[in-house]
């Protein structure tokens, strides 16, 4: 690969954008168009996990600066106040889906929020600027799963977005950020289904920076943005990927 290739890789993890109080799920339209315009003034190009398969696979650049946008649950703001936002400032996005919410709300929350539906995915997925992946099917922690469980639950996942005909890429974002980190022969499991699955990656928590080339697909760290975050926190989040980088 060329001397351009980059040495991190930034991924950020979003849920919801809406004039609802800021919290630590939400942020107002405002705060999220501020940090999108300063990731364009500060030259950080979106990628998709495609692009970092491809990337894997083939030896081809990715971004000088590349940065992967994440939207957990889907939810209908996403499409009312958040896409927007990225199409303005010609940015890319991947948004995991709980596929058996879809046209509901965030039961998993005995939440009433709505979930996009199968029809409004279909309709984004027409805008190659998004990318669509699974984030389970309804919405356990891997971390309490089986790895028979996982695989009916990856399977019920494909089945359905293909049953409605909407393309997905093979990528996880682990609900809760749950996976077994702290039983080894389960999570060797875990991975070897995966692998056997064709899964290109998984998602995780961790608000670390990754290190490229990657060295585990199956672990792949997001950064948390916070409503409740200052942009200043935003930025320090961007440069450490977190606020204490001893924590």
Not at 161 to 177: C, D, E, K, N, W
Not at 226 to 241: E, Q, V, W, Y
Request: with cysteine; proline share 6%.
């Amino acid at each position: 690969m060329s001397n351009r290739t980059p040495k991190t890789l930034r991924i950020l993890m979003y849920h919801k954008v809406s004039d609802s109080p800021p919290d630590g799920l939400n942020l107002s339209p405002a705060q999220f168009e501020e940090q999108v315009a300063w990731l364009d003034e500060k030259g950080y190009q979106t990628s998709s996990f495609m692009d970092l398969k491809e990337s894997i696979e083939t030896g081809k650049d990715l971004p000088r600066r590349p940065v992967i946008i994440t939207f957990d649950d889907a939810y209908e703001n996403f499409l009312i106040h958040a896409l927007p936002v990225l199409k303005k400032y010609k940015m890319n996005v991947t948004l995991f889906v709980p596929v058996a919410f879809l046209g509901k709300t965030n039961l998993w929350d005995r939440g009433s929020e709505k979930i996009l539906s199968a029809e409004q995915l279909k309709q984004i997925q027409n805008d190659r600027s998004v990318e669509i992946g699974i984030h389970s099917f309804l919405h356990r922690s891997y971390a309490e799963l089986a790895p028979e469980d996982m695989k009916e639950d990856l399977e019920n996942c494909y089945n359905t977005l293909y049953f409605h005909h909407i393309r997905t890429s093979r990528v996880l974002a682990y609900p809760y950020g749950g996976y077994p980190k702290k039983d080894p022969e389960l999570k060797g499991r875990m991975k070897e289904l995966f692998t056997t699955m064709q899964l290109w990656f998984a998602v995780r928590i961790g608000n670390r920076i990754n290190r490229l080339p990657v060295k585990d697909r199956y672990e792949l760290k997001r950064i948390d943005i916070k409503g409740t975050d200052s942009f200043r926190t935003f930025r320090i989040k961007l440069a450490r990927g977190r606020i204490n980088p001893f924590a």
